[in-house]
Structures are given as C-alpha cells and as structure tokens.
C-alpha cells in the first residue's frame, strides 16, 4: 500500500473539530446505554417479540486508541455502533464523543465521524468516483482537489485507475470494501467507527485494510471503534478490547490482560484470546454463527 | 441515566448555510449520476409517458365535433401536467426507497447536513429533471398532434409550474415518509397518494363532474390549480396578471406543506431511529 500517497491527503475538518473540542482526552464515552427492540403486532398492538439488544453498556475509548469490541453475530456489537452513528436513539444511558452528546449535539457529532460497515453500501450502478463525490460533497468537501484525493486514495489501496470509473457492482467485494474505507476517509473523520469491515474478504485484501486503519490511527490522529469476531484482527490491531455478549460487556482489558485474568482463573494455562471469548461467554464464537443462522 | 434533549433549532451561521447549500449539490449530481447509469429505464419510462398521452389525446380526436381541437388540447395538458407533477412527486416521495433499496441510507442520514438540505436537493433535482422529461414528451406529442398554441401565455404557464412545482414539493415530502414507517409497503402507499390525487384533480375532466365530496378534496389538492392554471394560460390565454387565483392558492398550499413536510419527516425520522427502522431490512 502507498503511504505516502495516504499521508498526502489533507484532513479537511481536523481544523474544525481542533477548535472547540470540549473533551480533547476521551474519544468516546458510553455510559450505561441498554436498547431494547419490541415487535408488536399491527392490530392487536400485542408484544410479540422483545429482544436485548444492549443491556447497560458502559466504556470509555481514549483519543487515537485503537479500541475493539469482541463479540458473535446478535451480541449487538451493531447496535452499539448504531447508537454511536446516532442512527439509533438508545432507550437509555448517553453517548459522547469528544465531549459532545450524541442527541444534544447531534450536528456536531456527525462531523466528528464516520463508519464502515460489513456491507460496502453503495449505489451499485454507480461508479467508485461517483460514491465518493457524492458522500464527500455530504461533508462539505468539494472542488478539483477532491476527485484528485480521490484517484489518490484509491490508488494507494491498490485500486487501478481504470477501475475507478467503473459501476461498482463490477468490482469484487475486497475492492468494494476498500471504497467503503476511503470513503470514511475522505471525510477526516476524528472517530472511526468499524463494523466488521474486513468480514468476507481474501487474506491479502483483509490485511490491506488492517495495515490501512493502523495508518489512519497513526498518520492521521484518528481513534478507531473496530467491531470484530475475528480474534487475531483483534489482537493484532486494538488496544484495548470489550468483549460484549447478548448485549451485555463482560470484560474490559488488553488482549495481554485478557488471557493473564483467564490464565489465572484457570490455573496458570496459557490461553488464547479465543479460549478468553469461550471462558466468558460460555460459547465459541463459531456456535454463535450457527445459531445466528438457525434463528 | 436521563438523556440529553435533542438540538434546538437555530438560526445556522452564514458559514454553515453556504456549506448546506453545496451538499444539497450532493444530490443533485448524484441523482444525474443515476439518471445516466440507469438510462434504460429512463427511455422506457419516456415510452411509457409518451404513448399514455398519445392514447388520451386520440381519445380525444375520436370524441369528433366541432371542439375537436380544444378537446385534444385540453386532454394534452392533463397528461403532460400530470407526468411532470407525478416525476416532481415520484422523485421525492421515492428518496427513500430507493436509498433502502440500495442500502445507502444509513450513510446519508448520518451526514452532518440538515434534513432541509437533503430534502431542497433532492427537490431542486426533482424539478429540474421533470422539466427536461416534460419538454422531451411534448418534443415527441408535437409529432404527432397539430395543435395551436397561437393563443398561449408561456411565461404564465411558467409561473403556474414553477410555483406548482413547489406545492407539490411538500406532499412528496409527507408522502417521502411512508416508507420509512411501513418498511415493505410504504412504496404501494405513495402510489396510492398519486392515485388519488389523479383522481380528484382534474387531470382528464373537470373537477365539476365530480361528487361534492370529491370536488372538496380537489380544493385542497396543488395539481387541480397546477391543471386550472395551465388550461387557463395556453387554452384560454389568460394574461399573467389574470393568474393570481390560481398562484396564490398553490403558494399557500406550498408555504403550508414544505413545513409541515419537514415537520413530519423529523418526527418520523426520530421514530425511525428510536424503533431501528432506518436499516435497510426494517
């Protein structure tokens, strides 16, 4: 990957968020937040369903820390990320980022992020060049420097100039993936919000976009949420790492802090970040999948 | 835990409204973007346009008479005025559809722009579109149709669509928040706004025909003054001056509706994100 290309690109609203920030130290403040989802029936308004999706979650993310939250499918690790994105209203608790609540300071909180998620979510027809103006004109970007940012950003995650014009549907999935983080990038977001972004994809791809989110971290000041169920990217890439389940944090810690808590629980084996998951949870990350796909 | 409220509405700073007004740009490009890339619809749809306003006028040339010609024109304006009125509706009420459908709107509505810039672009794009679709139908009626417009105002018949677009602008956006309550069928629901609002506007007939109830309801509806205005200018003439009974109705309707629109797709859109309908799947 091309970091000098990467580090080239000027964060546009880095100025803006430098001026006021009323918390400069603590990214991200989640202070016992619960959501519930209620389905009821269209007629009789009789509850039919009621699930948990977050049961009082509370953590706080340090500036440019690179934070993971560990969980399987319906733990609500998108849920979580949706309260954050303020595309969720929690039904209790508060959310801050930089210091600015998530309802009171909704505008302000929108300029300070972005997300991406397990799926690209683009206009398909459209081509990457396309995507990006139109989510980059959204935050204010606009002029010949941006489709020159552009070519220059997905160039320097491997996307072949003649392929930035082409409808996206035509491009394999690690290449869509990869627009999807230029996309957040493009906007300097100061809090990037992951939600399983390297899911699906081929290894090279998949370390592509790690090797890219701990420049991003590094180069450009930004503090990273990485939602994940894949224990090495998490040991790899975060600092720290919450491990929620059915909506629920059950431990905080280091990947290092993790498994010595487990290992001493257990007697002083020496144990994997995956053995931790199993210990507190109760369940393999796998059983959670096939679960997830039975419901 | 109490929760903060949320933001007050204020009075933006000059900074912020200049960046509003360059991210409502956001929409219009992109929703030309779209027009390019999805350009096989768009001549099927043209196709569409133009062969149900052949069938109506013909309609029309088969009544006979002595009227023949007035009857062709006056059919003629009902279809034309209603396809642009229903691509200015369309348009709006379908924005966010068609950001479920391609599982954009997530993204969309977490971008720091007020719901007003959204909805002013994709407006402002609505109308601009309608209008070249509009002259490409009449473009391809002419063709076929003789029909003398000798007598026409064309700068009153402009004031009628340009602030008829604007009325209409507020209903496609109360209609823009069905889908975001009824996930899988509020399409089927703006169509049946459209449906009704053909129905009792007089687009083919005058509303005089219609049961008392149904005139009342054509009261309260912008195409009839849209369709009332247009015949008035390019049928009968009628001098801009002689228009306000018409503009002033559908500025009110206009000034009445966008507010109460925005209004509206607030409070669901709050809805919609206390209840997680906002994802794509509902």
């Keep these: 990957m091309n970091s000098r290309a990467f580090a080239e690109i000027e964060p546009i609203s880095r100025q803006q968020v430098e001026e006021t920030p009323p918390d400069a130290a603590v990214a991200l403040f989640v202070d016992d937040v619960s959501k519930c989802f209620v389905r009821k029936s269209l007629i009789s308004r009789k509850t039919l369903q009621t699930t948990h999706a977050l049961q009082n979650v509370s953590l706080t993310v340090g500036r440019n820390e690179i934070f993971g939250i560990l969980g399987g499918n319906g733990s609500g690790k998108s849920t979580l990320i949706r309260v954050m994105s303020t595309l969720l209203i929690p039904d209790s608790g508060r959310v801050k980022v930089f210091g600015y609540d998530i309802r009171a300071d909704e505008s302000a909180v929108k300029r300070l992020i972005n997300r991406v998620s397990v799926e690209a979510s683009f206009f398909k027809k459209l081509s990457a060049m396309e995507n990006l103006l139109y989510s980059s004109r959204l935050y204010g970007r606009s002029g010949a420097s941006l489709r020159r940012d552009i070519v220059n950003i997905l160039g320097s995650m491997g996307i072949e100039p003649e392929r930035i014009n082409q409808p996206l549907e035509q491009l394999s999935r690690g290449m869509q993936q990869k627009v999807a983080i230029a996309r957040a990038f493009l906007t300097s977001p100061v809090l990037l919000l992951l939600d399983e972004p390297t899911t699906g994809l081929d290894p090279r791809s998949k370390r592509d976009v790690q090797d890219f989110v701990r420049q991003l971290r590094d180069q450009h000041d930004a503090t990273i949420l990485l939602c994940s169920h894949d224990m090495d990217e998490a040991e790899r890439l975060c600092d720290r790492i919450a491990v929620l389940d059915q909506g629920k944090v059950v431990a905080i810690d280091s990947a290092q802090g993790l498994k010595d808590r487990v290992s001493a629980e257990l007697g002083g084996v020496e144990v994997t970040l995956e053995d931790v998951f199993i210990h507190l949870t109760g369940r393999a990350l796998g059983e959670d999948d096939a679960e997830a796909e039975v419901a | ?282």
């Design chain 2, 1 to 282: 835990m109490e929760q903060a409220k949320p933001t007050r509405w204020r009075l933006p700073a000059r900074r912020d409204v200049w960046r509003e007004i360059r991210a409502s740009y956001a929409f219009i490009e992109r929703n030309f973007f779209l027009v390019r890339r999805y350009w096989g619809w768009e001549i099927a749809f043209l196709i569409y346009n133009i062969t149900s306003s052949l069938s109506v006028m013909y309609i029309g040339k088969a009544q006979g008479g002595s009227n023949t010609q007035d009857l062709i024109l006056y059919l003629g304006i009902g279809t034309v005025v209603w396809a642009y009125l229903r691509a200015v509706f369309s348009n709006i009420s379908e924005m966010i559809v068609w950001e479920r459908w391609e599982g954009t709107i997530e993204y969309t509505m977490m971008a720091p722009i007020s719901r007003l810039t959204h909805m002013l672009g994709v407006a402002l794009f609505s109308i601009v579109y309608g209008i070249m679709r509009t002259a490409l139908l009449l473009f391809a009626l002419f063709f076929f149709f003789n029909v003398d417009l000798s007598q026409a105002n064309a700068a009153g018949a402009l004031a009628i669509i340009l602030v008829g677009s604007l009325s209409f602008v507020g209903v496609g956006i109360m209609a823009a928040v069905l889908p975001l309550l009824f996930t899988e069928r509020g399409e089927e629901m703006t169509f049946i706004i459209s449906s009704l609002l053909l129905l009792v506007s007089g687009v083919y007939y005058p509303i005089s025909v219609l049961p008392g109830w149904m005139q009342a309801a054509a009261r309260i509806s912008p195409a009839t003054y849209v369709l009332e205005g247009m015949r008035a200018t390019i049928l009968d003439g009628k001098s801009t001056g002689q228009l306000w009974h018409y503009l002033i109705p559908m500025a009110i309707i206009g000034a009445l509706t966008i507010p109460l629109g925005m209004a509206v797709f607030n409070t669901v859109e709050r809805y919609a994100k206390r209840t997680g309908r906002l994802k794509r799947s509902g």
